[in-house]
């Protein structure tokens, strides 16, 4: 792995935070808006969490990456503009949390628009990076965001460290940088056992069997993948949501995990954007990820 991340460094991380709000659970089912409780238990994330940890960040000096769904911007503009103004990355997330593979083609389109233009109109800016709703990248979305000018994704789970994923069929070898750059997206993976949502989140009828985690609990798993990918130099990308790990002894453990990675010498914290424009200057290779 000698090589891939810049000098002096051994592995990369990358502390991410999706910022669903209600839209998590109302995609495919409308109804749950009806539910006063259930609502609460997600506006938690951008009433409480989210200032939470955006005060974290700050303690430690790191610069994170948000990923919004249009709704939750239109729903907290002034959440989504103050993780502008404290310098964060936003990233695309859908506009209601829609599952990219249940959807059309046509509705997948739709759905992208709408989200940039809120995000454009809202927060003023437009992502280069593009995260699935429930982590579920269909086998379109990769030349939709190329088609819209985006340089990575990351939603995908087959690599310890960031690759070039080839799109639309363009042969992946003898690519030079600039065809890269019109040819293949950055993907940054992710897994499951990196996200706080399989640690932390019950909602009777909607998510989760009823056993929640402790902080400690998460941490350790949290820690044990950093600790290997370290070793391996690859690239930690720990997900959290706002609305489960922005709770206070959840993100006191979380400022406790942050101190520890940014004392860890050779790892290289960085937001997803600058990792994956790093990634796309090593002018690597782009790789082909066919159907089944």
Do not use: K
């Amino acid at each position: 792995m000698t090589g891939f991340w810049p000098a002096g460094h051994q592995s990369a991380a990358a502390f991410t935070f999706d910022v669903d709000a209600e839209s998590a659970v109302l995609w495919g089912a409308p109804e749950n808006a009806r539910r006063m409780s259930v609502m609460s238990h997600q506006a938690y994330g951008p009433l409480v969490g989210v200032p939470r940890i955006l005060s974290l960040l700050a303690d430690h000096g790191i610069t994170a990456t948000f990923f919004v769904p249009g709704f939750t911007a239109e729903r907290y503009p002034q959440v989504v503009r103050e993780i502008v103004a404290a310098g964060h990355e936003i990233g695309h997330h859908g506009y209601l949390h829609e599952q990219p593979s249940a959807q059309s083609r046509d509705e997948q389109i739709a759905a992208l628009d709408r989200g940039l233009d809120v995000l454009a109109e809202i927060a003023g800016v437009r992502p280069v990076g593009y995260r699935a709703p429930m982590w579920d990248l269909s086998w379109e979305l990769p030349e939709l965001l190329l088609e819209r000018g985006f340089l990575y994704d990351s939603s995908l789970m087959d690599a310890d460290r960031p690759y070039e994923l080839a799109v639309a069929g363009t042969p992946s070898s003898s690519a030079t940088s600039g065809a890269q750059a019109a040819s293949s997206l950055v993907e940054i993976p992710i897994q499951w056992a990196l996200d706080d949502w399989e640690q932390y989140c019950y909602l009777p009828d909607i998510s989760g069997a009823g056993y929640i985690a402790t902080p400690e609990q998460a941490r350790a798993l949290w820690e044990a993948e950093f600790d290997g990918l370290h070793e391996v130099g690859g690239c930690w990308v720990l997900t959290n949501h706002p609305f489960l790990s922005g709770r206070p002894a959840r993100a006191a453990s979380l400022g406790r995990l942050m101190a520890r990675i940014v004392a860890t010498p050779g790892v290289w914290v960085a937001p997803l954007r600058e990792i994956a424009e790093h990634t796309r200057s090593l002018g690597l290779e782009p790789r082909s990820v066919q159907p089944i």
